[in-house]
């Protein structure tokens, strides 16, 4: 039994249709002649809250009963989720409370404040923080609002791949940035059900690839140092309820250098006029990086550029180290 089905993604898009973007499917010939493969690119950069995770959180949020809602929300995130639930939380009229990472983005902190929610910080590894929130929410009678490892959030991610299936005819491959695996699990749950032949992989920072190494070995497998550029995706271990639907559906699991991910998130600058953060360009960089398999070559494949929430200073770093 899997955690989710495609009715359940059909039942988060109508409950969050309206507070969110149907986001743009674009095709770029540069990218394409540079890639070998035809290159669309799926605009979650340019969502509200600047990332697909508002998806997920409206997704969560909208579903609960209104008397449990206004007890609270709490959530830890290294930045996109922890920005979407205080913008969800806001939109409904509930009081958020966000954990973030010690030395987190100060632009992403900058911003959850600014959409109205209390800002904690706690360690810098994402179960650290989950286990505070999970306490907390017990003690406060807070609605915990996890970044990936639920039903709610799962089907709000996939509703992503709906677009994608709906919008491209002849899409051949899906590929996703993969964290806790909230958003490739909705994903291919989605584009599976609807048509099993496109093929959807994941793809990872080779310094945080806890997801390839966990389907490889068919179990959750922990990593014990994370090292990359890719803050989005900095998780030591796929989650309880995702994994075993990336076993389920997810073709493979794929890795690229953080060379490979500035290169890509550079590309996207300067020739498409699209900002990406770092996480957002990871499934750009398979195809570039020639990670993607060769049986792609001339076939329509889809990179979910999942986020673009940057800092001015950071992304400066970014394009000086990509030459
Ligand atoms: C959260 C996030 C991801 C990964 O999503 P998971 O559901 O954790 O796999 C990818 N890209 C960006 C920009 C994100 O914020």
Same mark, same amino acid.
């Given at each position: 039994?899997?955690?989710?089905?495609?009715?359940?993604?059909?039942?988060?898009?109508?409950?969050?249709?309206?507070?969110?973007?149907?986001?743009? %499917?674009?095709?770029?010939?540069?990218?394409?002649? $540079? /890639?070998?493969?035809?290159?669309?690119?799926?605009?979650?950069? $340019?969502?509200? +809250?600047? /990332?697909?995770?508002?998806?997920?959180?409206?997704?969560?949020?909208?579903? %609960?009963?209104?008397?449990?809602?206004?007890?609270?929300?709490? +959530?830890?995130?290294?930045?996109?989720?922890?920005?979407?639930?205080?913008?969800?939380?806001?939109?409904? !009229?509930?009081?958020?409370?966000?954990?973030?990472?010690?030395?987190?983005?100060?632009?992403?902190?900058?911003?959850?404040?600014?959409?109205?929610?209390?800002? %904690?910080?706690?360690? @810098?590894?994402?179960?650290?923080?989950?286990?505070?929130?999970?306490?907390?929410?017990?003690?406060?009678?807070?609605?915990?609002?996890?970044?990936?490892?639920?039903?709610?959030?799962?089907?709000?991610?996939? @509703?992503?791949?709906?677009?994608?299936?709906?919008?491209?005819?002849?899409?051949?491959? &899906?590929?996703?940035?993969?964290?806790?695996?909230?958003?490739?699990?909705?994903?291919? +749950?989605?584009?599976?059900?609807?048509?099993?032949?496109?093929?959807?992989?994941?793809?990872?920072?080779?310094?945080?690839?806890?997801?390839?190494?966990?389907?490889?070995?068919?179990?959750? @497998?922990?990593?014990?140092?994370?090292?990359?550029?890719?803050? !989005?995706? =900095? +998780?030591?271990?796929?989650?309880? *309820?995702?994994?075993? &639907?990336?076993?389920?559906?997810?073709?493979?699991?794929?890795?690229?250098?953080?060379?490979?991910? %500035?290169?890509?998130?550079?590309?996207?600058?300067?020739?498409?006029? *699209?900002?990406?953060?770092?996480?957002?360009?990871?499934?750009?960089?398979?195809? *570039?990086?020639?990670?993607?398999?060769? =049986?792609?070559?001339?076939?329509? &494949? &889809?990179?979910?550029?999942? !986020?673009?929430?940057?800092?001015?200073?950071?992304?400066?770093?970014?394009?000086?180290?990509?030459?």
């Amino acid at each position: 039994m899997s955690a989710i089905a495609l009715k359940d993604v059909l039942d988060a898009r109508e409950r969050i249709a309206g507070a969110i973007h149907r986001t743009p %499917l674009v095709h770029s010939e540069t990218l394409s002649s $540079l /890639s070998g493969v035809q290159v669309y690119l799926k605009l979650e950069n $340019l969502q509200k +809250t600047g /990332s697909f995770k508002i998806r997920g959180a409206c997704s969560k949020i909208f579903s %609960l009963p209104p008397e449990e809602g206004r007890r609270g929300i709490i +959530t830890a995130s290294s930045g996109n989720h922890g920005q979407a639930v205080a913008y969800a939380s806001r939109m409904r !009229g509930y009081s958020a409370t966000v954990i973030m990472p010690e030395g987190g983005s100060p632009v992403k902190a900058a911003s959850i404040k600014g959409y109205g929610a209390e800002l %904690l910080y706690c360690g @810098t590894k994402s179960d650290e923080r989950i286990s505070l929130a999970r306490r907390m929410s017990e003690e406060r009678g807070l609605t915990f609002v996890p970044p990936y490892d639920d039903e709610f959030v799962m089907a709000g991610q996939g @509703t992503a791949g709906l677009e994608i299936v709906e919008d491209l005819d002849g899409v051949s491959a &899906v590929l996703v940035p993969t964290g806790g695996c909230g958003l490739i699990s909705g994903i291919a +749950t989605a584009v599976k059900e609807k048509n099993p032949s496109v093929a959807v992989f994941g793809v990872e920072p080779d310094g945080s690839d806890s997801t390839g190494i966990s389907f490889r070995a068919g179990r959750r @497998t922990a990593l014990r140092d994370i090292n990359t550029i890719a803050d !989005g995706i =900095r +998780t030591t271990i796929p989650g309880e *309820l995702t994994f075993p &639907v990336v076993q389920r559906y997810v073709d493979d699991m794929l890795a690229v250098t953080d060379d490979d991910v %500035l290169r890509a998130q550079r590309l996207m600058l300067e020739r498409c006029k *699209l900002l990406a953060e770092p996480t957002g360009a990871v499934s750009l960089a398979a195809m *570039l990086s020639g990670a993607l398999p060769d =049986r792609f070559k001339g076939k329509r &494949v &889809v990179a979910l550029v999942s !986020g673009g929430n940057v800092a001015m200073m950071r992304l400066a770093e970014c394009l000086a180290r990509s030459c």
